[in-house]
């Protein structure tokens, strides 16, 4: 039986130098489309979900080219709404070894940014959905898309909708101060919270005792924080990335979750080298909705989120183009990567 799962953000427009060269020296960018709530709805439809995804996009041939590269792979786009005078664009050049990604924004007055609340009937949106899914990127990009959100959230709950948030602060978006404000608010809609140690103190005002730039990320640090955070904002699970960054082309991977009653260490990976880290919180968001919607136990769930994202690791551009069956094969233990014959 498939489920509606609905995804709300922006898609935009990534344009990257080729392999690991730098913007000074690209004469030229391959074009990739992307966003984070967009790479949950691609995750989510490779496991064979009906996801939908809401957004506005110009009704010009970039526009098109957006929604196409969702339809590609299955997403529902019918929900898109067509208007607006631009596309977000985002520039990216992939780092290696010890020299960092780099991100760059030109996402301005984008369309989902000067979208109203009245450009979607979310009552019909969440019809018929068990899921709805968002991120802390969506209200960052303007109040109007704040309000957007809001009331998705709102009518997510009228539908008995279960509602997921990866926090994903962006300090180039807004600043701490504001996204608690609006982003604390919001929690009170919110059934399953996701997020690592920056954005739980950034967003929400957390902070759990785990040094992570020193890579020392023990779960322990986390389990009184989460206790606080399930307490404060009644969520049924709080989810945290462990991510080691030992290098832009080297990170240990693992995840922790809780639900009140058990707390949940995922095994760790160890990815080297890393082809795109671009859309790794994401493709864990999507593992995690299908694990919990698929799997007997929380346990379960995290593991398929984090093989699914470890897998993500290794693929260029923001969409993880993996099956299920990928993923049970690594989260089974199989990763020797020997060929499929």
């Not at 809609?189 to 997020?195: K, L, M, P, Q, T």
């Amino acid at each position: 039986m498939k489920n509606k799962i609905v995804t709300l953000g922006e898609l935009m427009l990534r344009l990257s130098p080729a392999g690991n060269s730098r913007f000074v020296q690209a004469d030229k960018f391959d074009v990739i489309f992307g966003g984070g709530e967009a790479n949950v709805a691609v995750s989510l439809a490779n496991y064979g979900h009906e996801s939908c995804f809401v957004s506005k996009l110009p009704a010009h041939e970039i526009g098109q080219a957006a929604v196409n590269s969702l339809r590609r792979y299955g997403v529902d786009t019918q929900y898109i709404v067509r208007g607006g005078d631009r596309i977000g664009i985002y520039y990216c050049e992939t780092g290696s070894a010890m020299r960092p990604s780099k991100v760059i924004y030109d996402r301005a007055h984008s369309a989902i940014a000067e979208a109203e609340v009245s450009d979607f009937d979310f009552d019909k949106i969440m019809e018929d959905a068990v899921w709805f899914h968002w991120t802390g990127i969506t209200p960052a990009i303007s109040d109007k898309a704040a309000a957007i959100v809001e009331e998705a959230c709102k009518a997510a709950k009228r539908h008995n909708v279960t509602v997921s948030c990866d926090l994903n602060f962006r300090k180039k978006l807004w600043s701490s101060e504001k996204a608690q404000r609006i982003m604390r608010p919001l929690m009170q809609y919110v059934d399953v919270c996701i997020g690592n140690e920056e954005d739980a103190q950034l967003c929400l005002g957390f902070k759990p005792d785990a040094d992570v730039e020193a890579g020392r990320t023990d779960a322990e640090g986390y389990k009184g924080i989460f206790r606080q955070m399930l307490k404060q904002f009644d969520f049924k699970y709080v989810v945290s990335t462990l991510r080691e960054s030992h290098s832009a082309s080297h990170n240990g991977w693992k995840a922790i979750i809780y639900n009140g009653d058990e707390f949940y260490e995922s095994r760790h990976y160890d990815i080297l080298p890393i082809v795109d880290r671009v859309g790794g919180g994401d493709s864990f968001a999507g593992g995690l909705i299908h694990g919990l919607l698929t799997k007997k136990t929380q346990g379960e769930a995290l593991e398929f989120a984090v093989a699914a994202s470890a897998l993500k690791h290794t693929i260029p551009g923001d969409y993880n183009l993996v099956s299920t069956a990928e993923v049970e094969a690594l989260a089974g233990g199989d990763g020797s990567g020997r060929v499929q014959r």
